[in-house]
């Protein structure tokens, strides 16, 4: 089992700035991608950032050039640092790991951290 702790959501205007953390413990796999997902208020929750265990990272095309996400290997935490931020960009951000076990991919989630944009 795996336990993400998310921390650092909250309310800011348009154009503003937040730093989202994600401090995974458990039984982590050496082989794993850390990402940050958002559920916007009636929508699915999708991606918006993810980055592998080798530093590789892909980001959706609404937030690129705003947002950065990274990760520190040996305390085992992935972040988010979110600029310019947008009104869309509201929603509940969840911490995501998907590691391989037993030759399986498995996702573990946290249990989200509202970040609010005002105009």
């Known amino acids: 089992q795996v336990q993400l702790v998310e921390s650092g959501g909250g309310s800011v205007q348009a154009g503003g700035s937040l730093r989202l953390s994600c401090a995974a413990s458990?039984?982590?796999?050496?082989?794993?991608?850390l990402a940050w997902y958002c559920q916007a208020p009636g929508k699915q929750r999708e991606l918006v950032a993810r980055i592998t265990s080798g530093g590789s990272t892909n980001y959706a095309d609404s937030v690129k050039g705003r947002f950065t996400i990274s990760r520190d290997n040996a305390n085992n935490t992935v972040a988010l640092q979110m600029n310019s931020l947008k009104p869309e960009d509201t929603g509940v951000y969840y911490c995501n790991i998907r590691q391989l076990e037993r030759l399986r991919w498995r996702d573990y989630w946290g249990q989200g951290t509202q970040v609010t944009v005002s105009s």
């Open positions: 458990g039984s982590i796999s050496s082989f794993n991608s």
